[in-house]
């Protein structure tokens, strides 16, 4: 059964504070993704990693940065978080060889920044 | 004009009723195309591919019509259980990158 797994589902942090996101996948696929869930906005590309240590710009970068030293780990980072962060980030990948290529999601993070 | 674009919905259907959802793109140059479904603050799981020829998966059946650039799927026999958010999914390329969302549709299926 394929996996991708975040590790918080719940996480409550204060302004300013540093916040780390992990993500893992076990299907040794090459893209990973970082996006942000919001009513009525969808879903929002933060990053994307098409392999280790290489990294793209999604449609909001602005607040993040991203880490991928391991084909199986992509981590988001919060320099310094603000109120207007408090989201649902959700992790997924997906391969690029053969197959239809469709993206498999983590549970996500449920963000609250005070 | 945003990229992918869904029926606002929601729709609210009782149960057994026969249901379509439609989903239009504006990137002519796009490869492949799924439907997500969404339960409420669960994440996204894929649905169904959706191919040229059109593919059935028991009660769902989605068509692509390229040359209208549109997206469809049908729900036969609604359960209750079908209750969520349906996501269309259209990437330019077969990369596994650029994945571009619609903003969903929700679905309510009424006792």
């Known amino acids: 059964d394929v996996k991708v797994t975040q590790s918080s589902r719940y996480l409550v942090k204060r302004t300013g504070e540093k916040v780390f996101l992990e993500c893992v996948q076990d299907?040794?696929?090459?893209?990973m993704f970082w996006y942000r869930q919001d009513p009525g906005l969808g879903l929002r590309l933060i990053y994307f990693?098409?392999?280790?240590?290489?990294?793209e710009k999604g449609d909001i970068p602005e607040g993040y940065s991203v880490s991928r030293e391991k084909k199986e780990r992509f981590s988001l980072i919060l320099e310094s978080a603000s109120t207007n962060q408090t989201s649902m980030y959700l992790c997924?990948?997906?391969?690029?060889?053969?197959?239809?290529?469709?993206?498999?999601f983590g549970p996500g993070t449920r963000l609250t920044v005070l | 004009r945003k990229e992918v674009e869904q029926d606002p919905g929601p729709f609210n259907v009782p149960e057994g009723a026969t249901v379509a959802f439609n989903c239009t793109y504006s990137?002519?140059?796009?490869?492949?195309f799924f439907w997500y479904r969404q339960d409420c603050r669960k994440e996204p799981k894929l649905l169904m591919s959706?191919?040229?020829s059109g593919n059935e998966d028991g009660r769902f059946t989605a068509q692509l019509n390229r040359a209208s650039q549109y997206i469809s799927l049908l729900i036969r026999d609604s359960k209750l259980s079908d209750s969520a958010t349906y996501l269309c999914?259209?990437?330019?390329?077969?990369?596994?990158?650029?994945?571009?969302f619609g903003p969903g549709t929700r679905l309510s299926v009424l006792p």
């Open positions: 997924a990948s997906s391969g690029t060889s053969g197959g239809d290529n469709e993206q498999f």
């Open positions: 299907m040794d696929h090459e893209n």
């Open positions: 990693s098409y392999d280790v240590k290489m990294k």
């Open positions: 990137n002519s140059a796009s490869q492949s």
């Open positions: 959706v191919y040229s």
């Open positions: 999914v259209v990437t330019p390329d077969n990369y596994g990158q650029n994945f571009v």
